[in-house]
């Protein structure tokens, strides 16, 4: 089993910047790929952001990094606006995909609101 806990979510203002962290544990979590996936009221849920491509809707504002040592991966979130507002999930796969069907392990996911 793989664990992930999604932190640093928020309520911020629109051109705002956020990171949210996902750190992942158990055993092999090196070797799995973390995707980022969202969730707005209404709508069905939607990639993000991985470590070599993110969605058009975010790409140039949205990256994902990671630190090793730590076994976070981060979602650095630049240039926020009201239509980012939703549930952020981090997810792991054992291959790199925009499908969240080939994601088996999700965190609990993290509020974030943006206002305008």
């Known amino acids: 089993q793989v664990q992930l806990v999604e932190s640093g979510g928020g309520m911020v203002q629109a051109g705002d910047s956020l990171r949210l962290s996902c750190v992942v544990s158990?055993?092999?979590?090196?070797?799995?790929?973390i995707g980022w996936f969202r969730q707005a009221p209404g709508k069905e849920r939607e990639f993000v952001s991985h470590?070599?491509s993110a969605a058009d809707s975010v790409k140039g504002r949205f990256a994902t990094s990671r630190d090793t040592a730590k076994n976070t991966v981060y979602l650095q979130m630049m240039s926020l606006k009201p239509e980012d507002t939703a549930v952020y999930y981090c997810?792991?796969?054992?291959?790199?995909?925009?499908?969240?069907?080939?994601?088996?392990?999700w965190g609990q996911g993290t509020q974030v609101t943006v206002s305008s």
């Open positions: 997810a792991a796969s054992d291959r790199i995909s925009i499908r969240p069907d080939d994601y088996h392990y």
């Open positions: 158990g055993h092999s979590s090196s070797h799995y790929a």
């Open positions: 470590d070599i």
